[in-house]
């Protein structure tokens, strides 16, 4: 794969580029005109809104979000790579598991509360980075930060999630984390980071599984119309990008702009200019896990980017046990990948997880209904966690361990 594909790849996965030079010019579910802008973008494709029961789960949240958007946009958040198997088994392997509950514990409410990163929140369920929630719903990360901060929880914030660090840390005053996609001119990088820094985000993510695969996309040649590439750029740092750039320029500048050779190293140069915790996203092997606590890198989140990447990899919930024991208290341990149940919270804790990010869960309520949408699906998760909880016996999270699970 020449250097170009694999950077289209890299930036589609950061939701700012069409797939292989994909032209969706002639595709009507698409926002392709140079001159759309934000408010253009919505959350329904033109469709009459359908008369649907309240959401009481995730799978209503998914199917009133499939309602509602547009067509490419919905499946951009919810298919995976190549056959989906990764996708569909980051789900099935919580299926898989089974509680064991113990009788006649005298429990009969939880306290759901923990700590990330030295930070008290109410519950240990974050939202995770999502890059171009602009085309789920106008409003899109200002939404989500408002709906996290409403729950007291941690909002994961996308270096390509449509706004800017300053726009999101503005939007709301709850703890917030953000994923940092490495622009290759480091002074940008270092100015991006001083910029973190300075809002007030609480701890940098490092995605390191770069890159997305999935028919999908490249079926519905989805894509961001210029003015969102513009912007997304501009508020990384390059502000040389202007909209009176034609999109192939736009376009072949940013196929230069990020680092898209990452090593361990970055992590030396990282830490020398900044002193806010650092995790790791993307790791599944015990190896990678050991070396991430050796160069002092304060959390772990084992992932296999939601099953978008690389079709084969195994269920991040499966390596969790694994990653856990590499660690050894060392390093906060996070897990992100099939959470649709609070029940599969119980289970990514019982494993050894501190918390858990959901992705797509909180990305199809932000389609179909907004910050209510996503405000909505945190309180469902939270309750049914909450149930769980009650159920086998735990007034509080430390009280989650692995006998709770059959062996």
Wanted: charged share 25%; glycine share 8%; hydrophobic share 45%.
């Amino acid at each position: 794969m020449d250097r170009r594909a694999f950077t289209q790849l890299l930036t589609m996965g950061a939701g700012t580029l069409p797939l292989l030079g994909a032209d969706a010019a002639d595709n009507d579910n698409l926002a392709t005109d140079d001159s759309v802008k934000s408010d253009d973008v919505a959350t329904s494709s033109g469709k009459a809104k359908p008369t649907m029961p309240e959401p009481v789960n995730v799978a209503d949240f998914q199917k009133l979000a499939e309602s509602r958007m547009q067509n490419a946009t919905y499946n951009y958040i919810t298919t995976g790579s190549a056959d989906e198997i990764t996708l569909r088994e980051n789900v099935e392997a919580f299926r898989r598991m089974k509680v064991f509950p113990p009788l006649l514990k005298g429990v009969s409410k939880a306290d759901l509360s923990t700590t990330v990163m030295k930070r008290k929140i109410d519950m240990p369920i974050l939202l995770a980075p999502v890059a171009a929630q602009r085309m789920f719903h106008p409003e899109g990360a200002l939404a989500s930060a408002r709906a996290a901060a409403a729950a007291k929880t941690v909002f994961a914030v996308s270096s390509s999630v449509g706004h800017s660090v300053e726009e999101v840390a503005r939007a709301a005053a709850g703890p917030k984390w953000f994923q940092l996609y490495v622009p290759k001119d480091r002074a940008v990088a270092r100015q991006l980071v001083q910029r973190i820094d300075k809002a007030g985000y609480e701890a940098i993510i490092v995605t390191v599984d770069l890159g997305e695969w999935k028919d999908a996309d490249r079926r519905d040649r989805f894509t961001l119309p210029k003015e969102m590439l513009v912007k997304h750029l501009r508020d990384v740092g390059y502000t040389q990008v202007t909209n009176e750039m034609s999109n192939e320029e736009v376009q072949a500048f940013n196929l230069k702009a990020w680092e898209i050779s990452l090593s361990w190293e970055f992590f030396g140069w990282l830490r020398s200019i900044t002193k806010t915790p650092l995790l790791i996203k993307g790791v599944l092997r015990k190896d990678d896990a050991e070396k991430a606590v050796s160069l002092g890198i304060d959390g772990i989140v084992v992932s296999n980017h939601g099953g978008r990447r690389l079709d084969g990899m195994p269920a991040s919930i499966e390596m969790l046990p694994d990653i856990v024991q590499a660690v050894k208290g060392r390093a906060e341990v996070y897990m992100d990948g099939g959470i649709r149940r609070g029940t599969d919270v119980l289970k990514a804790l019982a494993l050894g997880a501190r918390g858990v990010l959901v992705g797509r869960p909180y990305a199809w309520a932000l389609g179909a209904d907004g910050e209510a949408g996503v405000r909505k699906v945190l309180t469902l998760l939270r309750e049914e966690f909450e149930n769980a909880m009650v159920s086998t016996g735990c007034s509080k999270v430390s009280d989650i361990n692995r006998s709770l699970l059959m062996s």
